[in-house]
């Protein structure tokens, strides 16, 4: 049987589904109180970069989740990924039995701090419910999309949004049209996001007075500004030093902004990824490849945002 036999539906089967979807990255990100729930109060800034995974669904006897690239081998593809939960969840809500066939192929390194996982599940929610043909409003996916995790929403949104509540409550900033340019170096290996914010806790009762970023408004009057240099002074992150507390050699990756000129770094998340911001492709692309020479990292992508979030191509 040959692709396009393969790809062609099959009589009352609905047509293969491929849904893309970034990484995000924080620009901003202002951890607050421990609320009862075990979650943080959060005022962040999401930023959608060209760094993507992709989910392909198909009609199927039951639910099956299939994957290559990144992680592959080692990430559960059973109930406990994301995308399984995501599709599993919409199922429920709209009252139809998850019959789908995933794929994911991967690119977003997991536990990297660059919601891969949040990703996934924010391309299996589209992809199925296209596939399904749900009617679901974005509004009703979005409820849906806070259910399986804080970053999901603004997965389905993409773009640049302020997060608040414990992220799961996005609305888009309008900024200018403009293409900011990010080297991300990625880490050996991942960061547990509930140990991150757990470090958070533990230093904050030690009284370990931590940089606590400032509100979001002089990011956001820097993304209206287009200029690189300014933004560059704006990004802020509290995870960063928690997570360079359970991981100090990332210090090393951090430090070496200066030496590759890059115009800022800093931790994406909860981390292990390092974020440099550059001027321009041409500046990144000499960033990147300064750190893969230094040997600082595991390996770079050279990415643009801000991009749209999980969309059916
Ligand atoms: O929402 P999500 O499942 O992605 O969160 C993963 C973990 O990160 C949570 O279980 C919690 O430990 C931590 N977290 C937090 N406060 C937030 C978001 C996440 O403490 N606002």
Known sequence: MDEAERERPRLGRAAPVRVRVPAKINLHLRVGDLRPDGFHELSTVYHAVSLYDE??????????LTMEGEGAGHLPLDESNL????????AEHTGRPPYARLHLRKNIPIAGGLAGGSADAAA???????LWNTGLTRDHLADIAAEIGSDVPFLVLGGTALGTGRGERVSPVL???????????????GLSTPEVYAEIDRRRANGIADAVAGEADMLLAALRQRDPEILAATLVNDLQAPALAL???????????????ALAGVISGSGPTCVFLAA???????????????GVCRSTA????????ARVV
């Open 55 to 64: 989910i392909t669904a198909r009609s199927g006897d039951t639910l099956t």
């Open 247 to 261: 991981r100090p050699e990332l210090m090393r990756t951090l430090m070496a902004a200066d030496d590759v000129d």
């Open 280 to 294: 321009d492709s041409r500046h990144a692309a000499a960033i990147a490849a300064s750190l893969e020479r230094s």
């Open 83 to 90: 995308a399984i939960r995501a599709a599993r969840l919409l």
């Open 124 to 130: 299996a929610l589209v992809a199925c419910d296209a």
């Open 175 to 189: 900024a200018p049209g403009h293409t900011w340019h990010w080297v991300l170096a990625f880490a050996d290996d």
């Open 302 to 309: 050279t990415v643009t945002g801000p991009v749209a979030g």
